[in-house]
């Protein structure tokens, strides 16, 4: 399998309509949370799940929970619409398999930035399956996502209806918005 790709452009409007106003959706039913460091310092970045499970960070840990640390509900199922479009990213991304794993995804993660909110250099290693791709959508706002491949720093302008792949040997780098 590859590594990081960066599709531009990727979704028509009608398709980032339509995830905005489902995100709408899921935000209402498991409302944005502030998650923490594990020394209490809360991130910029909120963030809700749909799905089996949610991402979640307080001093704790970081880790998926299976019920909004809010609201104690199970988190909203995960609309069909999000499994297509996983699929398809992931096949222009030159992955195989994408539909196989755009059915087995188990939570979609919305994380929302503010005006000036950012999130610091991390590598995302709590999933069960840390070779398994992560596939990003960006709605909304342009935004600077940097990730470390080959030991440089690669910078790329994310707008709305971007989308993109970090697997393969990218799956575990650093990278931070």
């Given at each position: 399998?590859g ?10 409007q ?14 209402a ?6 998650p923490?460091?594990?020394d209490?310092?809360?991130l ?17 840990g ?8 809010t609201?104690g ?13 996983t699929?398809?990213i992931?096949e222009?991304?030159?992955y ?17 930035y ?8 991390h590598v ?10 992560i ?43």
């Amino acid at each position: 399998m590859g590594g990081f790709v960066h599709l531009p452009g990727f979704l028509s409007q009608e398709q980032v309509d339509a995830l905005a106003e489902e995100g709408r959706r899921i935000i209402a039913a498991a409302p944005l949370m502030a998650p923490t460091m594990r020394d209490g310092t809360s991130l910029k970045v909120r963030v809700t799940s749909a799905g089996a499970w949610g991402w979640w960070a307080d001093p704790k840990g970081y880790r998926y929970v299976e019920r909004h640390p809010t609201t104690g509900q199970p988190f909203p199922p995960i609309d069909p619409l999000f499994r297509e479009l996983t699929a398809q990213i992931l096949e222009s991304a030159g992955y195989p398999g994408g539909g196989a794993f755009a059915a087995s995804v188990d939570s979609v993660l919305i994380n929302w930035y503010a005006p000036g909110a950012s999130l610091g250099w991390h590598v995302d290693r709590t999933e069960e399956d840390t070779a398994a791709p992560i596939v990003s959508i960006s709605i909304g706002d342009t935004a600077l996502f940097e990730i470390k491949l080959d030991e440089q720093v690669q910078k790329y302008v994310l707008i709305n209806g971007d989308a993109c792949v970090q697997g393969g040997s990218s799956r575990a780098a650093e990278h931070r918005i």
